[in-house]
């Protein structure tokens, strides 16, 4: 059984930084693509960046410049590094990654890390 376990979260202010990480546990035999997504408070949940095995990346236009997506795939373990955080940043942050496990070709949600920016 393969598991996602996020990490980083928190309280930071305006203009701060912080790192989320995601790290994927089980019988893996690959990893295609990693993604993370946002859910803000009363909205929908968005894509924020992806990222492909070749690393190829991908950013929504919001945080275009602010975000970095990397993985490290020897680890199936995919970050979010945030710098310039905006209160409207604030969300509940969820990796998904695509994979090849034991059991066939496999998509998971992380459980969510909250990120709030506030002062």
């Known amino acids: 059984q393969v598991q996602l376990v996020e990490s980083g979260g928190g309280l930071v202010q305006p203009g701060g930084s912080l790192r989320l990480s995601c790290t994927a546990s089980g019988n893996i035999v690959s990893i295609n693509g990693m993604s993370w997504y946002r859910q803000a408070p009363g909205k929908g949940r968005e894509l924020v960046a992806d990222?492909?095995?070749?690393?190829?990346?991908n950013y929504a236009d919001s945080v275009k410049g602010r975000f970095t997506i990397s993985g490290d795939n020897a680890k199936s373990t995919v970050y979010l590094t945030m710098n310039s955080l905006k209160p409207e940043d604030t969300a509940v942050y969820y990796c998904n990654l695509a994979m090849l496990a034991g059991t066939g070709y496999i998509r998971l949600w992380g459980q969510g890390t909250l990120v709030t920016v506030s002062s």
């Open positions: 990222i492909t095995s070749a690393g190829f990346t």
